[in-house]
């Protein structure tokens, strides 16, 4: 009896001293595992975001790095697997930009800047469906492939379908080149 309470005892110390062991060397998992990202925007992304500003600030909020659950929900009426399904498509995914109108806050349209990532064959994907989804929802959603620099006329031009809010009282001071991707 005694040999049982032995071996038992030394089987728990054992486990404890191999936890601590681990927990040193960083095997297990770390009390904190996360940290702050440096910048919410890339440099191409930031770009385009100063020069969009510059352009719809009068009437107009940008939002950046948007959940496209926040912007397009499922239509009511469909049974709970279908609706969950459509659900987790968005869910996890978010547009560039979203411009909302700045009285009420009512959703103009979303932007989504296309670098080189977009070549590939999951991101064509990933924009086949966010086209059919904002087609779906009646949002117009804009894409503009990325660049070094953006001039205003040119966002101008992009956004005044949707926007209507005199983007020409902006002085021709201001439609220099905005941004520059390093």
Request: glycine share 2%.
């Amino acid at each position: 009896m005694s040999w049982m309470f032995l071996i038992v005892l030394l089987a728990i110390v054992a486990i404890i001293v191999l936890s601590q062991t681990q927990h040193r060397s960083g095997k297990s998992k770390p009390d904190r595992p996360y940290e702050k990202i440096t910048t919410l925007l890339s440099p191409a992304e930031l770009s385009f975001y100063k020069a969009l500003v510059n352009v719809v600030a009068n009437k107009t909020i940008v939002f950046s790095k948007t959940r496209i659950c926040d912007v397009i929900k499922v239509k009511k009426g469909l049974s709970p697997s279908p609706h969950q399904g459509a659900f987790n498509k968005i869910s996890s995914k978010h547009f560039d930009f979203v411009l909302c109108n700045k009285n009420d806050s009512s959703i103009i349209c979303a932007i989504e800047l296309n670098d080189k990532s977009h070549q590939s064959k999951k991101r064509r994907e990933r924009d086949e469906f966010l086209n059919f989804a904002c087609s779906s929802a009646g949002l117009p959603l804009i894409v503009v492939k990325a660049k070094r620099n953006y001039t205003l006329d040119e966002i101008k031009a992009l956004l005044s379908v949707y926007i209507n809010n005199d983007l020409d009282e902006l002085s021709t001071e201001h439609s220099s080149l905005i941004g520059n991707i390093a």
